[in-house]
């Protein structure tokens, strides 16, 4: 298994730890969309936190989705996951590059922007989906899947998310970590970790230097035994299909079809997750437009 995810609990239960190696789901990622630095690290960041935000929250058959709206070049983030650890996303503006932050790197919050906001849904198998939003705070993402995390669903917790872009826009690592505070969770544990978070490198650094998803965790936390819990591969996958876009060609009005056949002579859907196409004949759509009247 090359990408996976850690689950952990930490000072007997007091903190759930995770951490992600995504590198291969980013890679995809960028490969399929063909995103240029800025918006490499914007998507990358986006699927490693929907990701971490999944596992935390979705059991069996749920799904969530990430829609991050911003201000700034790459415009909106949409972000499908599942508690399989399964992740497909794309953006509105691929081809974004912009000069280094003052840190030297990769300026996130210029590209994400800092005015819009950050919205999940999440599919319980419930008649509506649940929906909390709040407003972006930072742009650089992994403190704004914090502020969601306190505001709207009230647990406190700290999210690191990393992608580190080589010069040829290739992606050389991915990966984030989030902790959990639970009830009971003393003031001096929470000092200790706050500290640490302070001084701690970022995840693509750690993982350049080979450090594993339980080792990042046994960075963050050198005083104490980190009981890992589980071990769950995670990867780039998009559910897409020519019966489920012709579903949706199906529910068109009979005149947009028509138009379709006499104009076009067929049609092509493109999957906005992952880039597949799919042709569909004149005959392809008369078919689908004779199965929908029955």
Request: proline letters at 4%; aromatic letters at 6%; a negative charge.
């Amino acid at each position: 298994m090359t990408d996976y995810m850690v689950k952990s609990l930490v000072y007997k239960g007091a903190l759930r730890a995770y951490a992600v190696d995504a590198t291969e789901v980013v890679r995809e990622a960028q490969k399929r969309h063909d995103t240029w630095s800025a918006a490499s690290a914007a998507l990358g960041r986006s699927l490693v936190g929907t990701l971490l935000l999944a596992a935390a929250s979705m059991k069996g058959d749920e799904k969530m989705t990430v829609k991050i709206n911003g201000n700034g070049p790459v415009g909106g983030i949409v972000i499908d996951a599942n508690s399989k650890g399964e992740v497909k996303g794309y953006l509105q503006h691929p081809h974004v590059h912009l000069p280094l932050n003052p840190n030297h790197k990769i300026d996130v919050k210029g590209a994400v922007g800092t005015e819009g906001f950050l919205a999940v849904t999440k599919d319980l198998g419930l008649k509506e989906p649940f929906t909390g939003q709040v407003p972006l705070i930072s742009g650089e993402l992994g403190e704004d899947f914090t502020y969601y995390l306190a505001k709207s669903e009230q647990i406190p917790s700290a999210v690191g998310l990393s992608v580190f872009v080589n010069d040829d826009n290739s992606i050389e690592t991915a990966g984030g970590f989030m902790i959990q505070v639970l009830p009971g969770a003393s003031d001096e544990i929470l000092t200790k970790l706050e500290q640490r978070l302070a001084k701690l490198p970022l995840v693509s650094e750690m993982m350049r230097q080979g450090k594993t998803p339980e080792a990042i965790l046994e960075t963050i936390f050198p005083d104490t035994e980190v009981e890992f819990l589980e071990r769950q591969p995670v990867a780039f996958k998009c559910d897409c299909s020519k019966e489920r876009f012709a579903e949706a060609l199906a529910s068109l009005p009979q005149a947009d079809i028509d138009d379709m056949i006499a104009k076009d002579h067929g049609a092509q859907a493109v999957c906005h997750f992952c880039g597949a196409k799919y042709d569909y004949s004149e005959a392809d759509l008369k078919q689908i437009m004779k199965e929908a009247r029955a």
